[in-house]
């Protein structure tokens, strides 16, 4: 499991470290410097000629440290300040005089023209890193086009310069890199796009900040790695039988839209639970029955009357442990009903899909409630709380956070789960999952895990992870064009422990 910390956070780690652990901000310093020029020594030739760009802060101090000691292991280096000498950090006062003592090449952008960046063939970019606090304008967007139009391999100190450390916005302009060696914890800027493009392969480098600064900060984000999965995901047992696994009720599927019906049961018998019932519509019996006969079914079609529905709904909801309602359901009467009832259920966790998530955004009643599970893609967002998909794109965290004390799975290439203080950003999956149904299969995957007992941050974070394993699993040997919902489904035995 990876801990997340965001620009204020990573700032507080440095701050406790130093002030308060006592650990000499140069120390750290050489052991971040350290990290980078040991990736660059893999990454670069020594025929290779090393520009490194850099800022009068902390960041720009790193890439000054780093530059030293590649040239002490026969790099040819070149050290471009860029901004206010008279603003540098202490610490660039004292890493520069190092290198000016040892008659290294410092250059200032008042004597080095745009057109000497053709000698260069690595990159190494300090400009900017968790200090940066506002647009990037004039002098320093200029250096930055100039550097990304070089198309020379570039290294970013912590993080791309330009990029926000917080939610991965582009301020400006921001320096696109092959690699971006951070510090201490992955920054959720570098994880979220278009940080996360434009930090290109992320390495998370120890430079010794004790555990305790780390705790102390008490970071609430976390990601997680394959091998949390076998800690995490519920065990089975010998003496059990399927009542031990819990029962899910999946409502979905209107007239033409069947499978999605069939893709969110699917998925909450893969991830273990004992029973699936399905309400439908009553097209989809014969497919159902057909596909997954493991499945319980009650159908119902447009005659249907509301006090059958309601008198049905009351029944199964009883039975259920878990309720999954939305995917492909429709926004018919019917189906409003069906939802309508539903959310009247404040005790057991109820998953929000797809169409629930729309008929949702037509009531005037709060949605957000402590046993809801939404999983909204940003367009559902977008109608859910009347904001702009452009403007949640800004900060998914942000927006994530309005959903509470409900849990939300906010998705997106990288999604987003928060639960009261708890929060987690997905890092597994590929654009193979953007293809109708993926989203009814993490649906179905959420009320499974739920149906074992599992607490819904944890159930709709680990269902998120999985479904993104799923999709690297398949390109590994497939093309990343053919997957499936089906086969999400068919690749989850292959991963579960
Ligand atoms: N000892 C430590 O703390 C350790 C820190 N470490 C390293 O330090 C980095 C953080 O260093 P930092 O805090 O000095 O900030 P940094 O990213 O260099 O930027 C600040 C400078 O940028 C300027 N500036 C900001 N925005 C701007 C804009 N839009 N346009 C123009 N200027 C702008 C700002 O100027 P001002 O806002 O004051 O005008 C200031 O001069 C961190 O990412 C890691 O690499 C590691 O070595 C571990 C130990
Ligand atoms: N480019 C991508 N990278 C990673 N995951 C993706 C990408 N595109 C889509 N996904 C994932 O696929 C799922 C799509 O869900 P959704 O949009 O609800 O699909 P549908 O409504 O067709 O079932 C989400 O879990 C989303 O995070
Ligand atoms: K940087």
């Known amino acids: 499991m990876q801990y997340i910390a965001n620009a204020k956070e990573a700032k507080k780690i440095d701050g406790i470290s130093i002030e308060q652990i006592g650990i000499p901000s140069l120390v750290l310093m050489e052991r971040a410097a350290l990290a980078v020029a040991k990736r660059v020594e893999e990454l670069a030739k020594k025929e290779d000629s090393v520009l490194i760009i850099c800022g009068v802060g902390n960041n720009g101090a790193d890439g000054v440290a780093a530059g030293r000691m590649l040239s002490e292991h026969g790099y040819r280096v070149t050290f471009l300040l860029l901004g206010n000498m008279q603003k540098a950090s202490e610490e660039m006062r004292v890493q520069l005089a190092i290198v000016k003592n040892l008659a290294l090449s410092v250059r200032t952008t008042d004597d080095f023209l745009k057109e000497e960046l053709e000698q260069y063939t690595f990159v190494i970019d300090a400009i900017f890193g968790i200090g940066l606090s506002r647009e990037i304008t004039g ?19 912590d993080v ?8 991965g916005q ?51 984000t976390i990601s997680y790695d394959r091998e949390d999965v076998k800690k995490l995901f519920p065990q089975r047992i010998p003496y ?5 696994y819990g029962k899910v009720l999946v409502i979905a599927g209107s007239k033409n839209m069947g499978g999605a019906a069939y893709f969110a049961a699917r998925a909450a018998y893969e991830m273990g639970c004992g029973l699936v019932k399905v309400i439908t519509h009553q097209n989809n019996r014969d497919m159902l029955l057909e596909k997954l006969p493991e499945a319980l079914l009650e159908c119902y079609h447009e005659e249907t009357k509301e006090e059958e529905i309601s008198d049905m709904l009351t029944d199964v909801v009883q039975w259920a442990d ?8 429709g926004t018919s009467p019917t189906a409003r009903s069906l939802f309508e009832t539903v959310i009247k259920e404040e005790n057991k966790p109820v998953v929000l899909d797809a169409d629930a998530i729309n008929l949702a955004s037509t009531l005037s009643d709060n949605i957000f409630q402590k046993n809801k599970i939404l999983t909204p893609h940003l367009k559902e ?19 994530a956070d309005m959903a509470k004390p409900a849990t939300i799975v906010l998705k997106d290439a990288r999604t987003v789960v928060v639960s009261d203080e708890k929060r987690y950003i997905n890092r597994s999956g590929n654009h193979a999952l953007a293809k109708g149904g993926s989203g009814d299969v993490l649906c179905g995957m959420i009320a499974g895990l739920l149906a074992r007992k599992t607490e819904p941050f944890l159930a709709a974070s680990l269902a ?34």
């Open 170 to 220: 582009v301020l400006g302009i921001a320096i696109r890199a092959k690699e971006t060696i951070t510090f201490g914890t992955l920054k959720s800027g570098l994880l979220f796009f278009p940080g996360a493009k434009y930090a290109g392969v992320v390495q998370l480098a120890d430079i010794g900040f004790p555990k305790s600064a780390l705790k102390e900060v008490c970071l609430q």
């Open 464 to 497: 998120t992870y999985l479904h993104g394993l799923t999709a690297e699993e398949y390109v590994k040997n497939r093309s990343s064009s053919s997957m499936f919902a089906s086969d999400i489904l068919d690749m989850l035995s292959t991963i579960l422990p």
């Open 381 to 399: 967002m977008s109608r859910l709380i009347e904001t702009p998909v452009a403007t949640i794109q800004t900060d998914l965290m942000h927006y």
């Open 240 to 244: 059990s039988n399927k009542g031990s």
């Open 160 to 167: 791309p310069s330009g990029i926000d450390a917080t939610n």
């Open 322 to 329: 878990v309720i999954a309602c939305g995917p492909g359901l």
């Open 139 to 157: 002098k320093y967007a200029q250096w930055i086009q100039a550097v990304n139009a070089m198309q020379k391999p570039v290294v970013s100190v």
